[in-house]
């Protein structure tokens, strides 16, 4: 998955020997994986049509993605994808909602503390009211 090449890319800077080695690894990861129908493998190779296997496979490695790029270059572009790559997670199924908020409010916990800016806490911790408004807009759908 190009979301892997794109983490390799980020952690390994100008080490081409290191990116391909974690490239590799990954995809022996997922090549021997199966060996159980609840593996992060399965829902890679087997089941991606599923809204949860989408979840896992796609949208938290791209998040993980988002998060290493904005530690390095805090820029205004990486906070609009990160609100996009929210509103994508929320979509597929209510482990995304669930999941993107805990990383967003984690992530801007630590994050903030890093950097000694509550204010970039708070920024990070608003994107979790997309996730608010999905998880009451499931309550109404399902509980009607």
Not at 6 to 11: C, D
Not at 42 to 68: D, E, N, S, Y
Not at 82 to 95: E, T, W, Y
């Amino acid at each position: 998955c190009i979301v892997y090449y794109l983490i390799a890319e980020e952690l390994f800077t100008g080490e081409a020997a290191h990116k391909n080695i974690f490239i590799c690894f990954v995809a022996l990861l997922h090549a021997f994986g199966y060996f159980s129908v609840y593996t992060q493998a399965t829902f890679t190779m087997i089941r991606l049509w599923q809204g949860k296997a989408t979840v896992a496979a796609i949208g938290i490695p791209c998040l993980l993605w988002l998060f290493f790029r904005l530690h390095e270059k805090p820029a205004k572009a990486n906070y609009l994808l990160i609100i996009v790559v929210n509103i994508a997670l929320c979509l597929p199924s209510n482990m995304g909602i669930l999941i993107a908020g805990l990383m967003l409010g984690i992530f801007g916990f630590v994050y903030g503390i890093q950097k000694k800016s509550w204010r970039l806490c708070l920024i990070l911790w608003a994107f979790c009211i997309v996730n608010l408004a999905y998880i009451g807009l499931s309550s109404v759908i399902i509980y009607g």
